[in-house]
């Protein structure tokens, strides 16, 4: 008699808590911030993001901060998106509140960081930024943020309070699992050489930003 042998089929990784150590961070205001640091273990896509924790973070629901990873506005100061200002009113507000920052490696809405600077040659054709990534053959947004509830549930957060203007970071997170229970928006950070760039996210992508009356786009 021949025993059966049942296959054991591993179970999928469920997201967890990889390294948390501390990390001290000059704001742009020369104020030094307290953070910690956390990378994980299972996230959906397998990239490296990772999330900061500031002050008191255990409120009921915590300011959460989304930021996609832009080399060109957070390490080099581009004046051609809002990216960089946004994180640093980021740090200054969790540092002053209490909150998570959750880095994304989502350069350029998705598409890497060599597709955003093709991008940006197209922009200096003539095209939006969406216009552009479509002729790149991408999508207009392809990010997807699945990886961050997963980090959101491997630090036991399931009620935030989002920071954003994006419309698409709520219904995500919500259908994913996240209760959103309110959203604070960011600044206001424009310029001569980031309005157009402004304009097309509130045109096709529906961000809540009040910008000035202007004529003709810049």
Do not use: W
């Not at 021949?2 to 990784?13: F, G, I, N």
């Not at 959906?44 to 990772?50: F, I, M, Q």
């Not at 960081?113 to 991008?119: E, F, I, R, S, T």
């Not at 197209?122 to 990010?143: I, K, P, S, V, Y």
């Amino acid at each position: 008699m021949t025993a059966s042998c049942a296959q054991v089929v591993p179970l999928k990784d469920v997201p967890s808590v990889r390294t948390a150590a501390q990390l001290p961070i000059h704001l742009a205001d020369g104020r030094e911030a307290a953070s910690t640091i956390y990378s994980f273990h299972g996230l959906s896509d397998g990239k490296e993001h990772v999330a900061l924790r500031f002050g008191n973070a255990d409120a009921e629901a915590p300011l959460v901060r989304l930021h996609s990873e832009c080399m060109s506005g957070d390490v080099f100061g581009s004046a051609r998106c809002d990216c960089g200002p946004q994180l640093q009113e980021s740090l200054r507000r969790l540092h002053e509140e209490g909150g998570y920052l959750l880095y994304m490696r989502q350069e350029g809405r998705g598409i890497g960081l060599y597709g955003k600077l093709d991008a940006y040659r197209l922009q200096e054709q003539g095209h939006d930024t969406f216009e552009a990534n479509r002729a790149l053959g991408h999508g207009d947004d392809e990010r997807d943020y699945t990886a961050a509830a997963d980090m959101l549930k491997a630090l036991g957060i399931t009620r935030i309070t989002l920071v954003t203007n994006n419309p698409e970071k709520r219904r995500q997170l919500q259908a994913l699992g996240i209760e959103v229970a309110a959203v604070q928006p960011t600044g206001l950070f424009s310029g001569k050489h980031n309005l157009r760039y402004l304009q097309a996210k509130v045109r096709h992508t529906h961000h809540t930003l009040a910008l000035p009356e202007t004529g003709a786009e810049a």
